[in-house]
């Protein structure tokens, strides 16, 4: 694509800590290649797969192919690997993530190299592949499915978790010992692929790191609570990147330092994205249109702020007993732990752990509105959002709108249809406020 | 009533055994997918039953509580149930197969709640360790069952069920055997008639009800006629005959499947063994779901043949001449593993047809002129 074809698609951001994203979502990609220059393993991964510092303590790159995805979308480069894709079989409903990333490996492997302008250089041929089956189904058989495109030892994990209405204590252990064994497959592997042993010395090091990145990210959210709003949802949307992709790293650490140093600057001076705050609003979760995010700066203009997201910062920080010496199950018992945060404040209460996450931000966040976005390729982050929203519905009074477009896919937005939701919502949320 | 007649019934009102039962003061419990193991349900003397859809009828209610891009069989089961239709369930049962059915759960049991209400967790990934992990998880689903009906697990009962159900399975591939002549002796709409009426009666009672068709079948005159393409279906739910009759009419044989609805629910016995729960799991949790994710070999060929290599045999030993992928749309496990099973089955020098649908018989109409294009391929 032509750099002056390019529409307009990200969003002005509210903080200097998340215009340096974009330079640190180059450096991924510019890491890969290096490191293999260098000799070192790049992995393809996926996201919240609670093996990052796994990674880092062996010296694996990690090579994000859905943040990459995402990438093409930013820069409306996905259409060709889309159609590539669907070219070679995959459904347009299948995962846009997936559709895009299969689309640039059949790609780059017809071509026998890099497909011409791929955005930020492109994904290298990775040494290694690893997939898992935490979030969503299309995390393993994406990865299995690569195997028609390149040849690289390849190996998943699961990620389970119980459902709400488990006794915890009765499964605490049960799901603790077979996360740590997924763990343990996984490091038998990479092991065997990189010929070095894992240190656990090192491990434990970016553990430390990797929660250290992610509690300055819940300070930061903490502060967020400040009003008027100081970081708006679309550098959440941006810091999310270092806090993945860079988990287990001094990097992240400094990033989040210098991101909590610089919303509490700005709260101290009073620094809003908008100067007539008018509505506070929720991002109540589903994956964010990468294509046309300048739809946070739109909703701006009329004096609605988006101030918190339920997606992405699914965890907020746990305890881990002091009990446990070894780093591998410090892994699982945080795994568990992080994804039965809520549980049984929901078995108290409604029963969803996502309404009770929801709800506790609503107060905390003094909100106006929720939206959701509903991505008609994604089933993990899409499905249940109706049911959500109903649920919340028991609790709440508040304006609820639900959008429907996809995560990457542009076909499936429509400039005219958003804008017409919108007015609408803001018509709802100005009839709440409007005194009786 | 013939065999014949009775499995149409059956088929037709779907549920009719298991409403009775219910009103008798049996307990019917309800499951989802491949993974619900039948043999423990029975075990507590309750009657399994597999939650079917309605490709007949419209999705009018679910869309107020699921978003339309979940899959369209999953949306018509629970669009039934809160339309009262399955209130004849006292269990209702639901294994972690996919991102859609674990969603379902939520959303079911919130809505629409049975007496017992139980998620099964199930590993997507194999090995010891998720053997481990899924035998316990069955441990936790006994024990709640234990709790709800009041009785005590027996393992002498479950081996019971055990032996039970293999015989069903055993009849099962004596009726599918029927299929290997040319022409085939049962047609495919006949086999899906009488797998969804077996999915909602005892299995004594399904096995009587095989057996009295294998021997109509047998007494009646053998189909002769010229020679017909022979297909092989893959996919997920088939739970009516309109697809495979739209097969059929237009001038092919189905005579081999890998279905949910199909081979890929009864094939494989569960081997008798001196703990009962060993040999449920080693049978139930390697069922050849796309859900299931098998080690990557270190060849794509190996990895192929490890995945599909059970594939392979059914179209040999069926003699199948070409092969069509019927996948419900949104089943991203199926999305993908489709077009790797496509490269494994050209590799042996089959066609492939692949569709992807909605779930619906209205759309049914619409695939016609690509089956016939496809079947005249083949010839």
């Given at each position: 694509m032509e750099e002056n074809d390019q529409a307009k698609t990200t969003a002005t951001k509210g903080t200097d800590a998340a215009r340096k994203v974009r330079a640190m979502v180059k450096n991924i990609y510019k890491s890969c290649h290096d490191a293999q220059a260098e000799g070192k393993k790049v992995a393809y991964i996926m996201v919240s797969s609670q093996y990052d510092e796994i990674l880092r303590a062996m010296d694996i790159v990690p090579l994000p192919t859905e943040n990459y995805a995402g990438l093409c979308a930013a820069k409306r480069d996905m259409d060709r690997f889309l159609t590539k894709a669907e070219e070679d079989?995959?459904?347009?409903?299948?995962c846009s993530y997936a559709r895009i990333g299969l689309g640039f490996d059949s790609m780059r492997k017809d071509l026998?190299?890099?497909?011409?302008?791929?955005?930020?250089?492109g994904m290298p041929l990775p040494d290694i592949i690893l997939g898992s089956?935490?979030?969503?189904?299309?995390r393993f058989k994406w990865f299995q499915a690569c195997g028609r495109f390149m040849t690289a030892p390849t190996y998943s994990i699961d990620v389970m978790h119980p459902a709400v209405h488990c006794d915890l204590n009765a499964v605490r252990d049960h799901y603790v010992r077979y996360q740590k064994e997924q763990f343990e497959g996984l490091i038998a592997f990479l092991e065997k692929q990189t010929g070095k042993p894992l240190n656990k010395e090192r491990l434990w090091e970016t553990i430390r790191l990797g929660d250290e990145a992610w509690r300055l990210w819940y300070e930061s959210d903490l502060l967020r609570?400040?009003?008027?709003?100081?970081?708006?949802s679309q550098d959440h949307f941006s810091v999310m990147v270092p806090a993945y992709y860079?988990?287990?790293t001094q990097e992240a650490v400094d990033f989040f330092q210098d991101l909590v140093n610089e919303v509490k600057y700005k709260i101290e001076n009073k620094?809003?994205?908008?100067?007539?705050?008018k509505y506070r609003i929720l991002y109540?979760?589903?994956?964010?249109?990468w294509h046309t995010m300048w739809f946070f700066n739109y909703f701006e203009s009329f004096g609605?702020?988006?101030?918190?997201?339920?997606?992405?910062?699914g965890f907020d920080p746990v305890e881990v007993p002091?009990?446990?010496?070894d780093p591998v199950e410090f892994l699982a018992w945080r795994t568990f732990l992080r994804y039965t945060k809520r549980h049984e404040q929901a078995r108290a209460n409604s029963g969803n752990p996502v309404v009770e996450r929801i709800l506790d931000l609503i107060k905390d966040y003094d909100i106006d509105g929720v939206f959701f976005h509903a991505c008609r390729s994604c089933r993990a982050t899409t499905i249940g959002q109706i049911h959500t929203k109903n649920t919340l519905g028991r609790y709440t009074d508040l304006p609820m709108t639900q959008f429907v477009s996809d995560m990457v896919d542009?076909?499936?937005?429509s400039e005219a249809q958003w804008k017409a939701q919108i007015e609408a919502f803001l018509e709802a949320l100005a009839a709440r406020k409007r005194p009786l | 009533m013939t065999s014949i007649t009775q499995m149409e019934d059956l088929y037709t009102q779907r549920g009719k055994r298991a409403r009775e039962l219910h009103a008798a003061g049996q307990k019917v419990v309800g499951y989802f997918c491949c993974?619900?193991?039948?043999e423990i349900i029975a075990a507590f003397d309750m009657i399994p039953y597999r939650i079917q859809g309605c490709m007949?009828?419209?999705?009018?209610?679910?869309d107020a509580h699921i978003e339309?891009?979940?899959c369209p069989f999953a949306r018509s089961c629970f669009n039934m149930a809160i339309k009262g239709?399955?209130?004849?369930?006292d269990g209702f049962v639901v294994p972690h197969s996919c991102d859609t059915i674990e969603r379902m759960y939520h959303i079911w049991r919130e809505n629409t709640p049975a007496a017992f209400n139980h998620f099964l967790n199930v590993p997507h990934m194999m090995g010891p360790s998720s053997d481990a992990f899924y035998r316990k998880e069955l441990e936790f689903f006994i024990k709640a069952l234990e709790d709800w009906s009041g009785k005590t697990f027996d393992p002498a009962k479950l081996k019971d069920a055990i032996k039970l159900y293999n015989q069903r399975r055993a009849r099962l591939r004596e009726l599918y055997a029927l299929r290997k002549p040319d022409p085939p002796l049962v047609s495919g709409a006949e086999i899906t008639q009488l797998l969804v009426a077996g999915m909602g009666m005892p299995a004594d009672e399904h096995i009587e009800l095989i057996d009295g068709l294998i021997g109509e079948i047998m007494r009646r005159p053998q189909p002769k006629g010229p020679k017909q393409p022979r297909i092989f279906i893959w996919g997920n739910?088939?739970?009516?005959t309109a697809f495979i009759k739209l097969v059929e009419e237009s001038g092919?044989?189905?005579?081999?499947d890998d279905l949910c609805t199909g081979?890929?629910?009864?094939?494989d016995d569960v081997p008798e063994t001196a703990d009962p729960l060993d040999g449920i799991v080693s049978r139930y949790l390697h069922?050849?779901?796309?859900r299931s994710y098998k080690p990557a070999a270190e060849t794509r060929e190996d990895d192929l043949e490890n995945r599909f290599g059970y594939i392979g045999e059914f179209v040999k030993t069926w003699h199948a001449d070409g092969v069509i992928f019927y996948i419900i749309r949104y089943c991203d496990t199926c999305e993908l593993e489709g077009p790797d099973l496509r490269e494994y089955l050209n590799v042996k020098g089959l066609p492939v047809l692949m569709i992807e649908d909605d779930y619906s018989t209205s759309t049914i109409g619409q695939l016609r002129t690509r089956v016939q294009a496809f079947l005249e391929m083949i010839v």
């Open positions: 079989g995959y459904s347009q409903v299948l026998g190299c890099m497909p011409e302008n791929a955005p930020d250089g089956s935490g979030v969503c189904d299309p609570m400040s009003k008027p709003c100081v970081m708006p860079y988990s287990g620094l809003a994205v908008v100067k007539d705050e109540g979760g589903g994956l964010p249109p609605a702020v988006f101030v918190i997201e339920n997606q992405y910062r002091g009990h446990v010496k542009l076909r499936d937005y | 993974f619900v193991p039948d007949s009828e419209p999705i009018d209610r679910a339309p891009m979940a239709d399955y209130s004849f369930l739910e088939i739970d009516d092919a044989s189905v005579v081999m081979s890929r629910f009864f094939w069922i050849h779901c796309p």
